[in-house]
């Protein structure tokens, strides 16, 4: 590889690496699951680096993939998962921080209760802003399968998580 796509390569990992981690904590749901998506998908990128002519390919093609090795993940034997990974977020300087953090944890908690499939669709579709068929293509599946799973999902917490939605009501008419 050359030396301009190398350093391109590096700044590229150095700047977007906390970004990637988010959406692999939100895919996975663990903070070392996270990790080891990210580092994956990184190599993954580094092998093709070649080919990508620019930094804004290195982001697509290391999303693609970290969406790609999930999916391989969740198609594997089913093992039960555990969740011990902590939900982060930026400290915001006023205001009581308890309501949030208690929001924070009964959104993971309530997210760590839907299957791969579910979780991964509504990063896709609500943390990336994906349209229905972008999702159903980086999942390599239908469009229909999106909207399924989707649904299936957002039932899904409403049911394990009803105390969501008033929280989130109050906060849209709060701002």
């Not at 070649?50 to 969740?74: C, I, K, N, P, Q």
């Not at 208690?102 to 990063?123: D, E, N, P, W, Y």
């Not at 990336?128 to 999702?135: K, N």
Request: hydrophobic share 40%; net charge neutral.
């Amino acid at each position: 590889m050359n030396e301009v796509v190398e350093a391109d390569f590096c700044e590229f990992v150095r700047s977007r690496t906390p970004a990637l981690l988010r959406t692999g904590f939100l895919l996975t749901g663990d903070r070392h699951l996270a990790e080891d998506l990210v580092q994956d998908a990184l190599a993954r990128t580094h092998r093709a680096a070649r080919r990508l002519a620019d930094e804004g390919h290195f982001e697509a093609y290391t999303r693609t993939a970290m969406y790609h090795l999930h999916v391989s993940r969740w198609r594997r034997s089913r093992i039960t998962e555990s969740l011990p990974g902590e939900l982060t977020d930026t400290a915001h300087p006023a205001g009581d921080h308890s309501d949030r953090v208690s929001l924070q944890v009964a959104l993971h908690q309530a997210l760590g209760r839907l299957t791969r499939r579910q979780r991964a669709v509504l990063v896709l579709r609500y943390f990336e802003d994906r349209s229905e068929a972008e999702a159903a293509e980086l999942l390599s599946c239908s469009v229909g399968t999106i909207k399924s799973q989707t649904s299936k999902a957002l039932a899904r917490l409403r049911t394990v998580a009803p105390d969501l939605i008033s929280t989130a009501a109050t906060e849209e008419a709060a701002r």
